[in-house]
């Protein structure tokens, strides 16, 4: 399973970083709502880690980043989501506080999934965006980049 998730989180690092780059190179005409939802994807992305192992300042939920560090905060969540699927036992069960304050508790690889989720899932709006603004959208499916 640990293999699985690896494979998953190399995949969308690879789709963050392309995205990153396009966004960067269209900076004057993509949509306030790419960039947002960019920087949104990657908030998401520190906020989980963080939760499975508290060791990063955490990011706002929908904090807006800068495009010029797109690539270096995906990068980092990246090392990181790499580093606790070595360390974490998938099967643990993971207690952590919701930005509206609840407790939760879900098991390690349930949150590992919803971070490829959330990401893949924002990844198609912004292509929705880019197609708004002109730009081809980017060609992210995941058999595409197995293959």
Not at 20 to 47: G, R
Not at 90 to 111: C, M, P
Not at 121 to 131: G, K, L, V, W
Request: proline share 1%.
């Amino acid at each position: 399973m640990k293999h699985f998730f690896k494979d998953l989180f190399e995949y969308s690092h690879h789709c963050n970083q392309q995205l990153a780059t396009a966004i960067s190179e269209n900076e004057n005409i993509v949509s306030e709502k790419t960039v947002k939802l960019y920087s949104h994807i990657i908030s998401a992305h520190q906020i989980w880690n963080n939760r499975i192992q508290p060791t990063q300042k955490i990011f706002q939920v929908w904090q807006e980043h800068s495009v010029r560090d797109f690539q270096e905060i995906d990068m980092m969540n990246y090392r990181e989501s790499a580093f606790l699927l070595e360390q974490c036992d998938l099967n643990k069960i993971i207690d952590y506080k919701t930005g509206q304050g609840h407790i939760l508790a879900s098991k390690v690889q349930d949150i590992l999934f919803h971070v490829i989720n959330h990401s893949t899932y924002h990844r198609a709006q912004i292509a929705s965006e880019f197609r708004s603004a002109g730009i081809a959208p980017l060609m992210t499916d995941y058999i595409l980049y197995k293959r």
